[in-house]
């Protein structure tokens, strides 16, 4: 199964984060992950923005009406009936690329850093941790504990302390 996983750079500040090749290769092999965890059964795609404070400030505020920045947005394509992958409904197929669009994912590599020096871990395992979150809710799972204990388990598939 093919998926497709875009990741673009906007901003100034991610090249002082991370060498830009090892970057892109950790999320899309953090995606490749969550989605095998979850069996997903099609290739999907899966757009990831990564990007600054000052970038993710303006996502946030023109999609979200909160102008500040954060650490991850995600724009989901799909709808579940219920948390995860076995939950979904009608399913929108991308003709031209044969793939289902799961949504998109937009980064802070500033509030990154910022986090992984405040939770102690470093900036690879926070991006990890980002990535998982953002992911499941691409997949329908909404802020609970199920969602919580389902991170820290693919957390620890990948080898990141909780």
């Given at each position: 199964m093919k998926h497709r996983i875009t990741?673009?750079?906007?901003?100034?500040?991610?090249?002082?984060?991370?060498?830009?090749?090892?970057?892109?290769?950790?999320?899309r092999h953090t995606i490749l992950m969550v989605l095998?965890?979850?069996a997903v059964d099609m290739p999907c795609a899966v757009n990831v923005l990564i990007t600054d404070d000052e970038g993710i400030r303006s996502y946030n505020s023109k999609y979200r009406g909160?102008?500040?920045?954060?650490?991850?947005?995600?724009?989901?394509?799909?709808?579940?009936?219920?948390?995860g992958w076995g939950?979904?409904?009608d399913m929108d197929i991308d003709l031209d690329t044969q793939t289902l669009p799961l949504g998109d994912i937009v980064i802070s590599t500033t509030t990154i850093k910022r986090h992984a020096r405040r939770y102690k871990h470093t900036f690879e395992q926070e991006t990890v941790r980002?990535?998982?979150?953002?992911?499941?809710?691409?997949?329908?799972?909404?802020?609970n504990d199920f969602m919580q204990r389902k991170e820290e388990e693919l957390m620890c598939l990948h080898g990141v302390a909780v």
């Open positions: 990741t673009r750079f906007v901003g100034d500040k991610y090249t002082q984060q991370a060498p830009t090749r090892i970057y892109r290769s950790l999320i095998k965890s979850e909160i102008n500040k920045a954060t650490d991850v947005l995600s724009f989901p394509m799909q709808e579940f009936d219920k948390e939950g979904i409904g980002m990535i998982i979150h953002s992911v499941l809710h691409l997949l329908g799972y909404d802020h």
